[in-house]
């Protein structure tokens, strides 16, 4: 099994709207970490925000934020009020105790002007 | 502070021969993991060190491998390239393996074999 799904591959959203990546996860440990980073076209990865499994509160960031919902095993990150410098490549990873980092294949994100 | 560094930006090679590539972490960062990164596969997990031990190491052939030095600094080597070697290779740095330890990437080596 996939440890990380993301099942879009592309999204669009226009300027100034919201937007959520989706991302399910998939562990046994009850210790885990879910990230999710940006890869603009420049090809680096740039680290956008972190939940902890223990963590009771949903992690913000700015205009990141990560709907964390346990039971469901999914971690969606939403960014509000989309700029077209958030049109990237988005990955949802997660690493469960000791163990490396697992990554999904990533969702495309356009803003549209 | 300077961030994770990664020699050569771009490489060209061509089937059989064998490549370095060079990562060196963040100041203080000891652990440094590989990623290979293909168009539509994501990220797939070559290998992690931790004070100069692999802790992890991904599902590879063994020509692909790696090294870390004392001063955390480290490199892969590929032998015998086949063409579907090329990728971008990433490497990215933290502090230690933890759960709560983001990672930190360099902008990558992009290896083309032909």
């Known amino acids: 099994a996939q440890k990380i799904t993301q099942t879009q591959p592309g999204m669009f959203v226009q300027e100034k709207e919201a937007v959520t990546l989706d991302c399910t996860y998939d562990?046994?440990?009850?210790?885990?970490?879910l990230f999710w980073y940006k890869q603009p076209s420049s090809g680096e990865m740039i680290f956008l925000i972190y939940q902890g499994s223990y963590d009771q509160q949903n992690a913000t960031e700015g205009r990141y934020s990560l709907n964390f919902q346990k039971a469901r095993k999914s971690a969606n990150l939403v960014i509000s009020a989309s700029q077209l410098g958030d049109s990237a490549m988005y990955f949802c990873a997660m690493r469960e105790g000791r163990n490396q980092f697992y990554f999904g294949t990533g969702t495309s994100l356009t803003v549209i002007p | 502070k300077a961030g994770v560094t990664q020699t050569p930006r771009y490489l060209i090679k061509t089937r059989g021969q064998q490549v370095t590539l060079s990562c060196s972490p963040i100041?203080?960062?000891?652990?440094v993991s590989w990623y290979q990164q293909t168009p539509g596969q994501g990220l797939q997990f070559l290998f992690e060190y931790f004070s100069e031990t692999q802790r992890n190491k991904g599902n590879f052939p063994g020509r692909f491998s790696g090294r870390q030095f004392s001063n955390s600094r480290s490199e892969m080597n590929v032998s015998t390239l086949e063409l579907g070697d090329s990728a971008l290779y990433l490497c990215a740095s933290s502090l230690r393996p933890a759960t709560n330890e983001k990672l930190f990437f360099g902008s990558g080596t992009q290896l083309s074999v032909l």
């Open positions: 562990t046994s440990d009850p210790s885990y970490g």
């Open positions: 100041s203080g960062h000891r652990s």
